[in-house]
């Protein structure tokens, strides 16, 4: 499916949003290089916006563990909600400013997105999953292991993954 | 650099091709998802072909060595030479037949893939590097390592990995 399309069919194209640059990097990248491609507006971008479970860092025994009490997870729901509703409309705007044409969808989850990311790159039948390299942060990181390893591992179609920024790894 | 280009700048695509159905495959998908995209010839595509040192398996141990005899040297380069005429005509047929205007240019290197094309993509400025996912084998791969893994998590520019075609995944 994925490996004998022609650019002329439509393609759903799969990018995974969160709040890093690293993610509105890929983006862009995938939008001035992949998109643009077809001079037809057949493509489909799916803006993926995955939640991990929140990480909290246990003073008493110097353990990561997953918040699930009601209120942390009440909590984490008011956030996710609206650091989606910021991602995702950053996400679209860069969109329209740089390819007016593109047909946008949204989705947002809760969990592990290492599971959730594979698992919809099947059931969507994407053409091309596209991520950066370093969302989530050094801590979930840790916890979660490299996401985009995981990914580039797992999926069956195209990935491609868009490296952090050159101003921002040399200023780490 | 890579991070900030635009569709209309000059781009260079290094697409990693050996004797796999996987690389020509990922060739294949990169001339139609991606070269075709600026409509202009503005891009160069670099094939590059890595032949890696030579696995033998030792009947009397049971472990695999790298052959550094004369011999062994001597055929291996013969054979690489013959299998990279092999591979970079069939890539550049490729090209032709999707993709006419596309300027190609050809490498050829004998070591750890791992090494080279890391090497390469940061001496040659590479925008952006695309490869298969299972180049080289079970025995090689077992020896070297995952290629795409180690390319995925240490170049600096964007990877495209694409993953063997569902037919050939089926009837492995």
């Known amino acids: 499916m994925a490996d004998d399309m022609g650019a002329a069919k439509e393609r759903k194209i799969l990018v ?12 862009s990248w995938c939008l001035k290089n ?7 507006s057949t493509d489909t971008l799916i803006l993926l916006y995955v939640k991990p479970p929140r990480v909290v860092y246990s003073a008493l025994d110097g353990t990561c563990r997953t918040a699930n009490s009601r209120h942390f997870t009440t909590l984490q729901s008011l956030i996710s909600l ?26 947002i989850k809760h969990g592990d997105p290492r599971d959730f990311i594979c698992q919809i790159v099947e059931k969507l039948h994407v053409d091309m999953l596209v991520m950066g390299s370093h969302g989530y942060g050094v801590i979930k990181r840790a ?6 390893n995981h990914c580039a ?18 200023s780490k």
Chains 1, 2 share one sequence.
């Open 16 to 27: 995974v949003v969160d709040e890093s640059e690293e993610s509105m990097n890929a983006l």
């Open 34 to 40: 992949v998109l643009v491609s077809t001079s037809s």
């Open 82 to 107: 609206y650091l989606f509703d910021c991602v995702i409309e950053k996400a679209k705007r860069m969109c329209r400013e740089q390819f007016q044409d593109v047909k946008v969808e949204t989705m």
């Open 143 to 148: 916890f979660l292991g490299s996401v985009s």
């Open 153 to 170: 591992q797992n999926v069956k179609c195209p990935i491609l993954i868009v490296k952090r920024p050159k101003s921002a790894s040399g």
